[in-house]
């Protein structure tokens, strides 16, 4: 397997976990404890859903998750660990992702352990051992952004995969508790993965700055 290859089926592996752990947030209603529209329960058909990714959006994915990740990737290329360190910390803190805290060092360890071959990357070997002393989180958004720097892919294609993921895993999780038919599921699924990104080109502006996005903590 080339260096190409391997990245790929990397990159294919955390989007899969990713989607997959967005689903089951969704059918063992983990979102309960997110404030007005931004819950699963409030959804009853396609169109209160969507209302729901919209909240969603607009309230944690653009001016939370997207950042993060973007700061993760400038940060591992600048080998800056206490930055990074500090912003996992930030994360913590931050209201809206209480909620996801459990299943995001889940699926933040998991890959970590998934790339732990990979020895000569210093940055993310010091952020593994942070983890496993009990001094991170493991945040899945940080371990992201490192892998998206290590494999040189580009920020903006990796952060529109994410939402894309993201979307669907929600969007899964709603197909399965409505029971939508499947003609149903594949006009929404068609709006999720047509939906717009405008927070992006505000997100590769800051990073061409060259100032960390640590705005979020």
Request: proline share 3%; glycine share 8%; with cysteine.
């Amino acid at each position: 397997m080339n260096t190409a290859q391997a990245q790929l089926k990397a990159m294919d592996g955390f989007h899969r976990d990713l989607s997959a752990l967005c689903c089951r947030l969704g059918n063992d209603a983990s979102l309960t404890g997110l404030p007005g529209s931004i819950r699963l329960e409030q959804v009853t058909d396609s169109d209160s859903f969507l209302v729901f990714i919209r909240q969603y959006k607009e309230h944690i994915l653009e001016p939370i998750e997207l950042p993060a990740i973007a700061s993760a990737m400038t940060l591992c290329s600048q080998n800056a660990l206490r930055e990074l360190l500090d912003l996992d910390a930030g994360l913590g803190k931050e209201p809206f992702m209480k909620v996801f805290v459990e299943s995001s060092r889940t699926l933040g360890r998991n890959q970590l352990r998934k790339l732990r071959g990979l020895h000569d990357v210093r940055m993310l070997s010091r952020y593994r051992n942070a983890v496993l002393d009990g001094k991170a989180y493991g945040w899945h958004l940080l371990v992201y952004g490192m892998v998206l720097h290590m494999f040189s892919i580009p920020l903006r294609q990796g952060l529109a995969k994410y939402q894309t993921q993201v979307l669907l895993g929600f969007g899964q999780a709603a197909c399965q508790s409505l029971r939508w038919s499947e003609k149903e599921w594949l006009k929404v699924r068609h709006q999720l993965e047509s939906f717009s990104a405008p927070s992006l080109e505000g997100i590769l502006a800051e990073k061409g700055s060259g100032t960390p996005l640590l705005s979020i903590v």
